[in-house]
RNA sequence: GGGCAAUUAGCUCAGUUGGUUAGAGCACUUCCUUCACACGGAAGGGGUCAGAGGUUCGAAUCCUCUAUUGCCCACCA
């Protein structure tokens, strides 16, 4: 057996681990291995399956599935993308452990927008726009890049250790996926849950496309809400003319000849086809009906009444501009108004906006409002704090703008997805999500889906010249009378592309040259990764996944989408879990981005300290939001080292051990010592504990506890009491046979404590806890799994039973399937050693608080008298006078029942014991007393607080009877502490 | 404008269904390079759990209000 380095060389471990592993399949699945008639029976739509609810998977769940939330195909790994997955990893080797048949699916997403900027970018350093290159070659040039560098993100996943089975990795952008968004979207359309029609949408001027809702960003930005007059038409109208300034008419929106009205966009004053006012508004009452001009554009509009307009903001007037705004839309069809775009694509004023023809948007609303200023109808700019819409991409202001697109109608879907929420088949943890998820199902909205992008997947809708040229669409735009949904006449929308067109047949079709949303086939991806529509295997032996684990910024995007999807498409909620953990921010509460020059790089961090380390440390912070800095990443590299050392030492103190096993038949309880048996029962709790958190979702817990546990437990004490056992040179002559039994069985515990504490720990440090317990392999079997890279066949052992079975020594290749060691009955639990370790380690610290507040040096040997106030305490600590000494650097123990103070000795005290050392010549007499008084104090309030309650006739009748008598333990020992302190005040 | 979080030691945060003389890590003070580990060991100081009410035998924990911060949603031009 070869020892472990004294330093742990993170980069050689995890490069040589994570590819034997991933080239042997041990991140497939198990039934990928097995015949088929051993796999065992899908769950596929088992009606019978009840709400998994929040208990977890339950036990008899044999299978365990994720799907990865895919990361956009242009990602660079970044903490947030690391805190992800790193939890994923975690609930899957966890399970993977216990024995489930676990896969996790993953791949990555063609992000189309994000994509072609990249794209773009790179070919404009050509001085090339994609219409220089034209669709086809353009789309040539993603192709080429995404497989020049796609899988960067895929090979920085690998580096975090994630063990996804990547045999089955998608594209969003593949075959299989593409076939599935259009079988999607015709299916969809089929329902009659597809539409296309006018509308105003979010548009990204920059990017040229639509955005979904979701896609356009809010934010607060700080604007002018701009006060203009329109002047009043006479009636008979003679004609224009330019209004005298006196205007004092009094009240605001009203003048003698004018009226004013409030915009924050004043530019999209050219495309105004009337102003409003609320049809009660008695200041404007008299003005219905009338007709006003726009100025500059010289056109007469006319005054409408609308129940939309709030008398209380602004005028109370409003200017309709029914091209250019949702409620003015809405407005301008209410009253069959006309639909004025004045802008173009690109966020250009175009030629229906007069003079202004060619200015960029911004600067045309400058334009305009000088030149409003000059003609004397400026009148003024209000600040104005209001919520602009924003490209979640490229962050350029939205236009809203009216256009044709694609929509699918989602008030149907929702309501499945609400239904299915009422039968507890969606749960969400933290539990806070499940409303703001509900809230959005309610209040949804259609879902704008085309993109005036190239890649994407494209429409699967042709048009037919032919049957068009029959219809007039373009007279749809400007016609409000009409309705703003398509008849769909001369539109084919088809799962393969049409020879000819169904009604005329006309050969003459051309596919619409809108691509779909991203989200479009995200939606789909817990079941199209798996083969739908095709009826696969996979998806009959993993539909539905079982958990999904995402951050909080996507649940619309993509968890209630996909939601949805799985319930319209295959009648079954896609995943009965969701985990929405923490987002990560800088240490400064921003978020964390590389333009902001905040972000840590979670491949450097892994270079500097290793993935488990970065693992460790992510998953401790993650109870909540996690603010990142670098010294944050100190726990987990402190705690990595910790275990390595402490493993190191298990090691070399097991050289001579032959009989390394991983049975826990092989100790009998009797046989076994108190800090044996103590560590035992330690750890069993410790094994139900991180189960139980873990079952939860209570990650960060679980490894909290399991820090403590090695840390405190294991390290601090078990193995500083070990250690005379097993280091033979303090061995008592008196009684060699029986230390030599003591050593055995204590080697036995150690190498079965700590094997299966790598076992706890593996899921958390995938690569450490496996390096090291190939050594715990090779000691009890003399071999190990080499990490040859072999490309054979993915031979597996049969994983190590369960805790407290019958185990042979049976390993297999690798801790993955060493079983998770707690699924048995209760062995070890033992609340005698707990208790009597309990006492030594009092009687320890005692020793230690002495030495240290009396400066005695270590190299002192020192003389203790421990005096004990209870027979049981003075059994178990003359039964530990060795462990104390050595602990508290002793040179001589007494423990005795009564005891005759001699000369300067000072005390700490413990309900069953005191423990007294000699200080002759430093002891500051005033010193100590005026401590003993303040303990006195101290303890006497603690009683006083203790009667209260005690006393307190209704907590007698009404606290569980526990309660009541832990509070009168507590009473006692505190009156022994009082009892204790003043016998040793009295004695100086 | 609505909703949701957070507010606990100098800093970063844990605190399960109310029962603790309120915990951890870092930082700090003292001692220690003893043969697993100084990325370590031992000991120690430090908090009226944001504020005010209330429920309860008992509240950091439940309720109400207030304050501060952050996030999400929202068509008020």
């Not at 998994?52 to 939330?69: E, F």
């Not at 307009?309 to 069959?336: C, L, Q, S, W, Y």
């Not at 600067?363 to 700019?381: M, N, P, S, T, Y």
């Not at 104005?384 to 490209?391: P, T």
């Amino acid at each position: 057996m070869t020892d472990l380095d004294k330093q742990y060389n993170s980069a050689q471990v995890e490069t040589k681990w994570y590819s034997l592993w991933e080239s042997r399949g041990y991140f497939r699945p198990a039934s990928d291995f097995v015949t088929q008639s051993t796999v065992p029976s899908p769950q596929f739509l088992d009606k019978t399956q009840k709400k998994s609810g929040d208990r977890g998977p339950s036990p008899r769940d044999s299978r365990y599935v994720i799907v990865i939330p895919p990361p956009n195909v242009t990602g660079m790994l970044h903490m947030g993308h690391a805190l992800n997955n790193v939890i994923q990893d975690i609930l899957v080797r966890w399970n993977r452990m216990k024995g489930r048949d676990t896969l996790w699916v993953p791949g990555v997403d063609h992000a189309g927008i994000a994509t072609q900027n990249v794209v773009e970018k790179k070919i404009a350093k050509e001085k090339k726009t994609r219409w220089d290159l034209g669709r086809e070659k353009f789309l040539e040039e993603v192709w080429k890049w995404k497989h020049e560098h796609g899988s960067t993100i895929t090979r920085q996943l690998r580096r975090l250790g994630a063990s996804c089975d990547w045999t089955r990795e998608r594209f969003t952008m593949d075959d299989g996926l593409s076939k599935a968004v259009r079988e999607a979207f015709v299916t969809l359309y089929e329902r009659g849950l597809i539409y296309r029609g006018n509308y105003i949408i979010n548009w990204c001027p920059r990017c040229q496309t639509a955005l979904s809702d979701e896609e356009a960003a809010h934010k607060d930005v700080q604007g002018g809400l701009y006060h203009i007059k329109y002047p009043i038409v006479k009636s008979p109208s003679p004609g224009f003319q330019p209004p005298s300034s006196s205007g004092r008419g009094g009240r605001e929106g009203v003048g003698i000849d004018h009226i004013v009205v409030a915009t924050t966009r004043p530019e999209t004053m050219l495309g105004d086809t009337a102003v409003a006012v609320h049809p009660n508004d008695p200041r404007y009452k008299h003005l219905i009906g009338k007709k006003v001009v726009l100025p500059l554009m010289n056109r007469e509009i006319p005054v409408i009444a609308d129940e939309f307009v709030d008398p209380e903001f602004g005028t109370g007037i409003v200017k309709v501009t029914p091209a250019h705004d949702p409620n003015d839309f809405a407005m301008g069809r209410r009253h069959k108004l006309e639909q004025i775009n004045v802008m173009t694509p690109d966020g250009k004023i175009n030629e229906r906006g007069g003079v202004y023809k060619g200015m960029d948007r911004f600067e045309a609303r400058k334009k305009i409002l000088q030149d409003l200023e000059e003609q004397g109808l400026f009148v003024r700019r209000d600040s104005h704090l209001h919520a602009v819409g924003h490209c979640y991409r490229c962050d350029t202001v939205v236009e809203p703008y009216l256009s044709k697109q694609w929509f699918v109608k989602m008030q149907p879907l929702a309501e499945k997805a609400l239904k299915a929420h009422e039968q507890g088949k969606t749960v969400f943890f933290p539990d806070r999500w499940t409303k703001v998820y509900l809230n959005w199902l309610r209040g949804i909205r259609d879902w704008c889906i085309s993109r005036q992008i190239w890649w994407g997947h494209p429409i699967p809708a042709w048009h037919c010249r032919a049957c068009a040229e029959s219809t007039d669409h373009r007279s749809h735009a400007m016609d409000p009378g009409l309705s703003t949904v398509d008849t769909m006449k001369g539109i084919i929308v088809a799962r393969e592309t049409p020879k000819e067109c169904p009604h005329c047949q006309s050969k003459d079709l051309v596919q619409d040259p809108d691509v779909l949303d991203t989200w479009f086939s995200s939606w789909l991806w817990p079941f199209s990764t798996l083969g739908w529509p095709d009826k696969t295997g996979d998806l009959k032996k993993f539909y539905p996944t079982s958990d999904l684990v995402t951050a909080p910024e996507i649940i619309f995007f993509w968890v209630a989408r996909m939601i949805m999807a799985g319930l319209e498409f295959l009648g079954e909620v896609p995943f009965h879990r969701i985990y929405i953990h923490g987002t990560v921010r800088a240490a400064s509460g921003l978020k964390m981005s590389k333009s902001l020059g905040n972000s840590i790089d979670p491949l450097e961090v892994i270079e500097a300290i290793g993935a488990d380390a970065l693992r460790y440390s992510l998953v401790m912070l993650s109870a909540q939001d996690v603010y990142l800095s670098r010294e944050k990443f100190e726990v987990g590299r402190n705690f990595t080292t910790k275990v390595w050392n402490a493993c190191r030492f298990v090691l070399m103190q097991i050289q001579d051990l032959e009989s390394a096993s991983t049975d826990a038949g092989q100790f009998k309880r009797l046989e076994l010592s108190l800090p044996n048996r103590w560590i035992l029962s330690r750890f069993e709790e410790k094994a139900a504990g991180v189960e139980r958190l873990l079952s939860q979702f209570g990650l960060a817990q679980a490894a909290a506890e399991l820090y403590h546990f090695v840390w405190d437990d294991f390290c601090d004490w078990y193995i500083e009491l070990a250690k005379p056992m097993v280091q033979s040179g303090d061995v008592p002559p008196q009684s060699v046979g029986g230390q030599a039994a003591l050593k055995l069985q204590t080697q036995k515990v150690l190498f079965f404590v700590c094997e299966r504490i790598l076992r706890l720990l593996h899921p958390f440090m995938p690569f450490m806890t496996e390096e090291i317990w190939q050594r715990f392999k090779e000691k009890a079997t003399g071999r190990m799994s080499l990490p040859h890279v072999s490309s054979g066949n993915p031979g597996r052992g049969s994983p190590i039973k369960a805790f407290g079975d019958d185990e042979k020594n049976e390993w297999p290749e690798s801790i993955m399937f060493a079983g998770w060691p707690h699924d048995g009955p209760k062995h070890f639990y033992d609340a005698e050693a707990q208790k009597a370790i309990g006492l030594l380690q009092d009687a320890v610290s005692g020793i230690r608080d002495l030495r240290a507040r009396f400066q005695i040096a270590p190299t002192d040997k020192l003389k203790a008298v421990i005096v004990c106030k209870e027979k049981g305490a003075r059994e178990v600590l003359t039964a530990f006078e060795r462990e104390v000494k050595t602990l508290g650097r002793l040179a001589e123990l007494q423990c005795v029942r009564t005891f005759e103070k001699k000369g300067a000795m000072v005390a700490n005290a413990f309900p069953s014991f005191d423990v007294f050392i000699s200080v002759e010549g430093i002891l500051d007499l005033e010193k100590e007393k005026k401590r003993l008084g303040k303990k006195i104090r101290e303890t006497e309030a603690w009683i006083k607080s203790i009667r209260k309650k005690v006393e307190n006739p209704s907590f007698a009748e009404k606290a569980p009877k526990e309660i009541l008598e832990k509070e009168k333990e507590k009473l006692e020992d505190a009156q022994k502490l009082l009892l204790s302190y003043k016998t040793q005040l009295t004695s100086f």
